[in-house]
């Protein structure tokens, strides 16, 4: 009984910390909920810039609950951007422990990049995407014969149009950190993916078509950017098998040293 108990001991002591964790996670996300939720018009007034720059100045809400799940939508979405870090931190910390050394090196940097380039692509959605992707969807504005026709966008139509900008062009720059995580577990060699370039480049044209508006303009601001992207992990994936190559040769010397 006693052996029995002692093989439980661990497995309770790890489910006892993750559940430590997962609380800080779901604490983390409800306290920024709620300081969201309170600022909740403000960020919806800064994601609506686009549309005011594109010349629309009313969105209206055709059923009586929109309005306030919009801004519970506003709200969450924050909430899960501004806790990320928390949250990314208390998995590092779950996670770390039962990592080597080399392997903490190894996460690390993915996980601080992470971020930084889901930022990057919702930047690059909001400043320019979203612009060119409602000019032209606004262009079809005007006179019809003797009718005519405007845009009175829903807030909750806008903000499922605005997120999925933003999300689509964040996680398509994580493209790198997924790519070189595939390469680090041995899924895929840089060779492989040297050799593919040329269906990444029709898939990354494909998926751009799939995730934005049909002008040419957002396809490209999303597809060339993906293209670039794949290249950047190429290029990181030479450099970490150079080190890796490095340090492998560094064991062997320091073994027929001690030797």
């Known amino acids: 009984m006693k052996d029995i108990d002692d093989t439980q001991a661990p497995l309770l002591e790890h489910l006892i910390e993750l559940r430590r964790r997962l609380l800080y996670c779901v604490v983390a996300l409800v306290v920024c909920f709620g300081a969201c939720f309170y600022f909740a018009r403000e960020i919806f007034a800064f994601l609506v810039q686009p549309l005011v720059h594109a010349g629309q100045n009313k969105v209206i809400f055709t059923q009586i609950f929109e309005a306030f799940f919009v801004q519970v939508k ?11 870090p928390v949250i990314a931190n208390q998995l590092w910390q779950f996670v770390a422990p039962g990592l080597y050394r080399n392997e903490k090196r190894a996460l690390l940097p993915f996980l601080i990049a992470t971020p930084v380039l889901f930022i990057a692509g919702a930047a690059l959605a909001y400043y320019m995407a979203i612009p060119i992707a409602l000019h032209f969807l606004l262009s079809y504005q005007g006179d019809l014969g003797g009718v005519q026709q405007e845009a009175l966008p829903s807030v909750g139509n806008y903000l499922s149009f605005v997120m999925q900008f933003l999300f689509a062009f964040g996680l398509a720059f994580l493209l790198p950190v997924v790519l070189m995580l595939l390469e680090r577990a041995g899924i895929v060699t840089r060779k492989q993916l040297v050799s593919a370039r040329r269906y990444a480049i029709v898939a990354a044209f494909g998926l751009a078509a799939v995730l934005t508006p049909p002008d040419i303009g957002s396809q490209l601001l999303l597809a060339i950017p993906l293209v670039l992207l794949y290249e950047l992990a190429l ?21 027929a040293t001690e030797a």
């Open 235 to 255: 290029i990181g994936i030479w450099f970490t098998e150079r080190q890796r190559s490095r340090e492998a040769k560094r064991a062997e010397t320091t073994e």
């Open 74 to 84: 506003v709200a969450f979405f924050a909430a899960m951007m501004i806790s990320f």
